[in-house]
């Protein structure tokens, strides 16, 4: 399988949602992250997720995961990491409401090779997605990013804004031109971590 969600039963009437990439900006950037020993929050992650958590906003992972297309790891090492990831947050305060990861790339092995694969970002499908299987509103919805690829599949998919971090990836000087080119409707704003995050909580109150 290339792809892999878990989104429970819960429906948002139509709310906006917090759309936050993986690595880099939920946990450290190791590379092709698979062991749960490796697993690290970055700073102010649970502070800024349990925050979203208590106002109800949805927070909703969308991740690329070419390790799996590319056989470093398979979906049972990406479950382990994503379950140390969730009680990391529980332990302050915070949980995640949905998870969406696409294994497939262009470089990958056998079926998994696929280059243009409608959920791999910059492609929206993790998105839209997101949207139909939970009932949330793209038009009021955030997405929070290391690469350009993040806020471009935003953008993609109707979001309003997109927030560019420093950590991961995001402070190469080519991932910062590129996330920083704005759209007719797409507003970019620029932050060291996800607690830049906090400053777009408002949004969701005046939605």
């Known amino acids: 399988m290339g792809c892999w969600a878990s989104a429970g039963a819960q429906r948002f009437k139509g709310r906006g949602a917090l759309f936050l990439d993986r690595d880099g900006v939920v946990v450290r950037e190791v590379g092709y992250l698979h062991r749960p020993r490796d697993v690290a929050l970055e700073v102010r992650a649970a502070e800024v997720v349990a925050a979203y958590n208590r106002t109800g906003v949805p927070v909703v992972l969308v991740t690329n995961q070419s390790g799996v297309?590319?056989?470093?790891?398979?979906?049972?090492?990406?479950?382990a990491v994503q379950a140390r990831i969730a009680g990391l947050l529980a332990a302050g305060g915070a949980h995640l409401d949905a998870v969406f990861a696409c294994g497939c790339h262009a470089d990958g092995l056998g079926s998994m090779a696929v280059d243009d694969h409608p959920w791999r970002k910059p492609a929206p499908g993790m998105f839209l997605a997101a949207a139909e299987q939970m009932d949330i509103d793209l038009a009021c919805s955030v997405v929070v990013g290391d690469r350009?690829?993040?806020?471009?599949?935003?953008?993609?998919?109707?979001?309003?804004?997109?927030?560019?971090?420093?950590?991961?990836h995001g402070g190469r000087k080519e991932q910062v031109e590129a996330a920083a080119l704005e759209r007719p409707g797409f507003q970019v704003t620029l932050a060291p971590d996800i607690g830049g995050a906090l400053d777009l909580l408002p949004r969701f109150a005046e939605a």
């Open 148 to 168: 350009a690829d993040d806020l471009a599949a935003g953008r993609a998919a109707g979001l309003p804004i997109g927030l560019h971090v420093a950590t991961g």
């Open 69 to 79: 297309a590319r056989g470093y790891f398979g979906w049972p090492d990406f479950e």
